[in-house]
């Protein structure tokens, strides 16, 4: 077998690695979390702009451009609002 030591040392040393590794994953999480809801308020602002657009907008054609461009951003927004705020695990 091992030194008392040397084990001691190993079970340490796999401790605080698996502490680090979960401090990591949470600062992950909290991470992708902020990412999300920051491309979620950019997208709002998108959809707000793109509304305003079509009020005003006189040209078909362009309108039919901003009315596809809404649609898009509409699908994003809907897409991201799908992932669950608990996309990686709390540890």
Do not use: C, T, Y
């Not at 078909?60 to 951003?73: C, I, K, N, S, T």
């Amino acid at each position: 077998m091992g030194d008392p030591d040397e084990l001691q040392i190993r079970k340490n040393l796999r401790r605080a690695f698996s502490e680090e590794q979960v401090e990591l994953l949470r600062s992950l999480r909290n991470e992708l979390s902020s990412w999300r809801w920051q491309v979620m308020l950019e997208v709002d602002a998108a959809q707000e702009q793109a509304r305003r657009i079509l009020r005003l907008e006189v040209d078909v054609e362009l309108r039919g451009e901003m009315e596809q461009m809404g649609a898009v951003l509409d699908r994003v927004h809907r897409a991201l609002a799908r992932i669950p705020e608990d996309f990686i695990p709390a540890f």
